[in-house]
């Protein structure tokens, strides 16, 4: 149980705590130094790796309010418990990151019609001082992300950051060699660009949680088919399957049961079911019999319709 893990761990998770916490620190100071020197030096590239280091301090910050809000649990107001809490953050992360790395690829093709000067001294330090931190921010979370998903992926934004800093610096270095000014443009749209893969690609499972999606290993259908292949089960509508938050999944179903059965010896063997096929264990199952037909208010006659017709499309048991 997860009071459990925090009981027995408590001095563990007061130091992963502060890890993360000295790495989101690391992270803004870095951000704010990348920002305002790009903005003296004249380099876009070096402001458009600073947004992507904010972008890595943020996904920090959502990990860490993440394990204090989970702490809390669930309570009368919030009976899922917090955890939901991060998926919106990080949506509102992703929202601005995508706006943010917009504009930098509008101001950066207007530099390429009219480069400015760019002071190369000014790019080349401050990345390889980004370089410096996105490496020790690594090593903080290193350990760390070999239990959570979420600081997993800030520690793989890392890595992908100091490869950016890296990029930056070399542009700094032609610069100072060439005086090639396109390069600072240049390298501003290809951070921005993947700023916007890295968005596109971490978006998608966040979307599916706010739209009550199922998980991507299973659905609705393959989750009907194994409730109306339990025995005693005559029937099944009303099926939906949705994750909570990360970690949790949750379905309802109701169960047409076959005549003379018993309803709790039914509902028990389709939940141990659900919990060792499908990982489920939290399931909300209503037990109907033929005769009386759904349990639903006569408003929801329409929709218990056209799950029975969904279920004969997909070769499930139909409802009585």
């Known amino acids: 149980m997860p009071h459990d893990h925090y009981h027995h761990h408590h001095l563990d998770a007061d130091t992963s705590d502060n890890r993360v916490l000295w790495a989101v620190v690391v992270n803004v100071i870095l951000t704010v130094a990348q920002v305002l020197g790009g903005a003296i030096a004249g380099s876009m590239a070096l402001i458009a790796d600073g947004v992507h280091n904010f972008s890595d301090a943020a996904a920090l910050v959502l990990a860490f309010g993440a394990r204090k809000l989970a702490k809390r649990g669930a309570d009368a107001a919030m009976s899922f418990g917090w955890s939901r809490a991060e998926v919106i953050a990080a949506f509102v992360n992703y929202v601005a990151l995508i706006l943010i790395s917009l504009w930098l690829i509008v101001e950066a093709v207007g530099r390429m019609i009219d480069p400015p000067q760019v002071d190369g001294w000014i790019v080349v330090w401050l990345a390889t001082l980004a370089l410096i931190v996105d490496l020790a921010t690594a090593a903080l979370t290193y350990a760390l992300s070999k239990h959570s998903l979420n600081i997993r992926a800030a520690f793989l934004h890392n890595l992908a950051d100091a490869g950016a800093s890296v990029a930056v610096i070399v542009g700094g270095v032609v610069i100072l060699l060439y005086d090639w000014k396109m390069v600072d443009p240049i390298l501003t749209i290809g951070i921005s660009l993947f700023i916007l893969w890295h968005v596109a690609t971490d978006l998608k499972p966040v979307l599916r949680i706010l739209m009550l999606g199922a ?35 949750s379905v309802e179903a109701h169960l047409v049961l076959a005549e003379g059965r018993n309803y709790a010896t039914v509902i028990a063997r389709a939940k141990d079911m659900l919990a060792h096929q499908f990982g489920i264990h939290h399931a909300t199952l209503e037990p109907e019999s033929a005769d009386l037909g759904c349990a639903d208010h006569k408003a929801h006659d329409d929709h218990a319709a056209r799950d029975h017709d969904h279920a004969h499309e997909h070769g499930a048991h139909p409802a009585h």
Do not use: F
């Open 215 to 249: 998980p991507p290993e299973k659905d609705s259908t393959e989750v009907r088919r194994a409730l109306g292949d339990v025995e005693g089960v005559e029937g099944v509508h009303h099926v939906h399957l949705w994750q909570i938050d990360e970690r949790r999944v």
